[in-house]
């Protein structure tokens, strides 16, 4: 108990410790309400989708599984198809399902939560930038909302988590860096956060590098025995835990099948093949870059005239080099035939989410469409050079430093997608997916940069708004026809079709099957002409019957599953399929 004495008849008054914590929520709820709304409407969303529908997506699946042999028989492994390290994720996900069981609802509840905690993280980063409350909560909104951070939210993949660990550690370099306090727990907590980083994707090895570079470039590290020691609590955790993980995958789980691949597909590319890969990339984040801040961007139109006063030589000269990449890089892939999205994994013409099943989904628009997001999405990151460059060498040095500390951490981000690009060096280049670490920091960048930019505000709320019914609908779309997939996979069960006769798409197909294949030591795919990820991780299968979304030579449908679509408004169906050698039901 605390006494405190009334400033007007000095009366002393009984205030118990838990009303002094109230009355601190109250005050942290009042000053951050619009961050809090914020949280209220992800929230929201995470109702309105199925969030635990018990369906696994894409790869998610081998997180799951992993997740399932720790919960009931306490052994934690990474299966060889895996290139991700995981293992935070693992036990993340193992956690929820401790909590409140193990169902692949469960762990699709826990990248919700993980992500909602990095939009936190970020409102944090943009406050440390100087960003006014209501614009980073805009900040918040703008990545939470985009449909591609939202779609992924939406699975067991590792990159929401890795992205809002990153952004965790991110927002506590910024703290324990700050010239003007420099806190020892906040770098403790920061290389902390990487650690766990690395231990969900590979390139959380490069935060400590770009915390690292930054001190470099702005000669805050010197080479004395402070410096070591700041050099020591910057890296020394990470580096204990990145020694830690590769002493636990050489002598107890073994290498990853995948994570060796990823260094022959280095060694087949060759110098000319890096170089070409390097190129691509760098035009893929800075088309993306446009898309990802377009709610800023158009915000940011009606002040067109005041982002043009007085960019520094050096800005101008960057600027070129950027406007030389997008022009030249739209009219390069125009050329070809390829429009925006470029590597659309998770967002792309059939909306949200991979379509890996046979038939694939329906596309939302036709190709004009695409033309025209190429054409926006172009000019956007046109728009975002200029407000980049004309920030350089303004604001006051903290804040300048604090978002010299974010470029150095993107910069290092933006080159960790090199190495898993490789495996798609002869297809699209690399995935959307990958691109998404870039996505906040960019966010926080150009609001950084436009701190003394009046924006319409009201465009930019109305634009996340439009993303934000999009997302919703298309995440929505897309647990439904999973759902609806492993629903007719199960009618096939039932009617005795095992799964080794069954293709019901690549997240059923490695759920069910990649450990049988492990364990009888399948080498060879047993389905003739069949799709990538059947010789990927289900080659037990012979696909006799298979569940697709239209109808294939040299099969004939048995069952029917109609499911329903908010974006598509055109009737939709599924397909059990049977080989025409084969009977039904089956013998």
């Not at 995981?86 to 609802?105: D, E, H, K, R, S």
């Not at 930054?214 to 890296?235: C, D, E, I, P, Y």
């Amino acid at each position: 108990m605390a006494v405190e004495i009334s400033e007007n008849r000095r009366i002393p008054r009984v205030v118990a410790p838990g009303g002094r914590v109230l009355g601190t929520l109250a005050n942290a709820a009042r000053c951050h309400w619009p961050l809090l709304l914020v949280m209220a409407c992800f929230a929201a969303a995470a109702v309105i989708v199925p969030t635990l529908t018990p369906v696994a997506t894409t790869d998610d699946w081998g997180y799951a599984r992993s997740v399932e042999i720790l919960y009931d028989e306490g052994r934690l492994t990474v299966f060889p198809v895996v290139a991700a390290t995981a293992v935070f994720q693992i036990l993340w996900g193992t956690t929820f399902a401790l909590i409140f069981g193990m169902t692949l609802g469960v762990l699709r509840l826990s990248s919700v939560v993980m992500m909602a905690l990095g939009g936190i993280a970020l409102y944090g980063i943009l406050r440390e930038l100087g960003v006014q409350r209501g614009r980073a909560a805009l900040g918040v909104a703008a990545y939470l909302f985009n449909p591609l951070a939202f779609a992924l939210a939406f699975t067991f993949m590792t990159d929401p988590h890795f992205t809002s660990i990153l952004l965790v550690a991110t927002y506590a370099y910024l703290r324990g860096l700050a010239p003007d306090r420099h806190v020892g727990r906040w770098l403790l907590a920061g290389s902390t956060a990487a650690g766990l980083a690395f231990l969900t994707r590979q390139q959380g090895a490069l935060i400590p590098l770009g915390v690292l570079t930054f001190l470099l470039v702005s000669q805050r590290l010197k080479f004395n025995r402070a410096g070591v020691w700041l050099v020591m609590r910057v890296t020394a955790i990470p580096a204990l835990m990145i020694v830690g993980y590769y002493f636990w995958l050489r002598f107890v789980n073994d290498v990853p099948e995948v994570q060796t691949s990823m260094l022959r597909g280095v060694d087949r590319a060759g110098l000319a093949g890096t170089w070409k890969l390097v190129r691509q990339l760098i035009f893929f984040d800075l088309m993306y870059a446009g898309f990802f801040t377009l709610p800023l961007i158009l915000a940011a139109l009606p002040r067109a005239r005041r982002l043009l006063q007085a960019p520094t030589t050096p800005g101008w000269l960057i600027f070129c080099l950027w406007e030389g990449i997008v022009i030249g890089g739209v009219a390069l892939f125009a050329s070809s035939g390829r429009r925006m999205p470029y590597i659309g994994q998770f967002v792309g013409s059939s909306g949200l989410g991979p379509p890996d099943v046979l038939g694939s989904r329906p596309r939302l628009v036709e190709r004009w469409f695409f033309d025209w997001v190429t054409a926006v999405c172009a000019i956007a990151a046109l728009i975002l050079g200029v407000i980049l460059v004309r920030a350089i060498g303004r604001g006051e040095g903290g804040r300048r430093a604090g978002a010299g500390l974010v470029v150095s951490i993107a910069l290092w981000q933006a080159a960790g997608i090199l190495p898993p690009s490789y495996h798609y060096i002869r297809q699209a280049g690399s995935l959307d997916r990958y691109l998404l670490p870039l996505l906040p920091l960019v966010i926080a960048l150009t609001l950084w940069a436009l701190r003394d930019v009046r924006i319409v505000q009201p465009i930019a709320w109305l634009t996340i708004a439009v993303f934000a019914v999009y997302s919703v609908a298309g995440a929505r779309d897309y647990l439904v026809f999973m759902d609806s997939v492993w629903s007719l996979a199960r009618v096939a069960n039932t009617a005795g079709v095992a799964n080794d006769r069954l293709d019901a798409g690549s997240a059923w197909d490695g759920y069910h099957l990649y450990e049988q294949m492990l364990a009888e030591d399948i080498r060879k795919g047993r389905t003739p002409r069949g799709p990538w990820w059947v010789y990927f991780y289900a080659k037990p299968t012979d696909s006799a019957y298979i569940v697709a979304s239209a109808p294939k030579a040299g099969y004939v449908t048995v069952e029917r599953f109609p499911y329903d679509q908010w974006i598509y408004q055109h009737p939709t169906e599924l397909l059990l399929m049977r080989r025409l050698s084969e009977p039904w039901p089956p013998d």
